[in-house]
């Protein structure tokens, strides 16, 4: 397989997702078809299906390139510490759906829980990955308790990040709420596992010291 066959397959997936947006953005999710995501992006309707399978399929890969970009956004950004890197990551996200909120809303939305998995399949088994890494981190450097379970301490934050964002897109609060709740739980987890001093700037961060 060539590498420019591999890039035009890149670049025509990249115009597609955008074409998305774009499309969401204007007719909010009950206007995207896939006829007329095909229209919008120059393709032809197999070329959808080979590539996303579905619609479904179209919506995962939407917010799978929108984490795509995040990422490569924070790699461009000076190394934090691991406990740091963490609070980073959650804050580039609510900032990445905080500024394109009406087309984020309707698709986080449709998105369920897989029982017994990380929510949004393989994106969210992509945050947990990260968010292990840097527990994994925080823990050889001694910053964590000894016997801290990083792989489930990992998947607690996100999905309890992820249900109050469900809660979010489907309208049970609003923005403000489900970004201070969020970081409260967040700060409240981080502190069961870390070591002082740190556990007690964590407290403070969730304001309960």
Not at 54 to 71: I, K, T, W, Y
Not at 183 to 189: K, R, S, Y
Request: hydrophobic share 50%; charged share 25%.
């Amino acid at each position: 397989m060539s590498q420019g066959w591999e890039s035009r397959q890149q670049r025509t997936r990249a115009e597609i997702l955008h074409a998305v947006g774009e499309i969401i953005a204007v007719d909010g999710l009950d206007g995207l078809t896939m006829r007329k995501l095909a229209d919008r992006a120059g393709v032809a309707v197999a070329t959808l299906y080979n590539q996303f399978t579905d619609r479904d399929g179209v919506l995962v890969a939407f917010v799978s390139s929108g984490l795509d970009q995040l990422e490569f956004e924070l790699d461009e950004q000076p190394p934090a510490d691991p406990i740091n890197a963490t609070r980073v990551l959650f804050a580039a996200l609510h900032e990445t759906i905080d500024d394109r909120s009406h087309v984020w809303r309707p698709v986080l939305a449709t998105l369920r829980s897989v029982p017994d998995s990380p929510r949004m399949g393989a994106v969210g088994e992509r945050i947990v990955a990260a968010i292990e890494v840097d527990l994994a981190k925080a823990k050889a450097a001694g910053l964590l308790v000894d016997h801290c379970n990083v792989d489930r301490l990992a998947w607690h934050i996100f999905v309890s990040w992820m249900r109050g964002l469900e809660r979010w897109a489907q309208g049970t609060i609003d923005w403000d709420l489900f970004r201070a709740s969020s970081q409260t739980a967040l700060e409240v987890a981080l502190a069961s596992v870390l070591a002082e001093p740190m556990r007690a700037e964590a407290l403070r961060r969730a304001g309960i010291l």
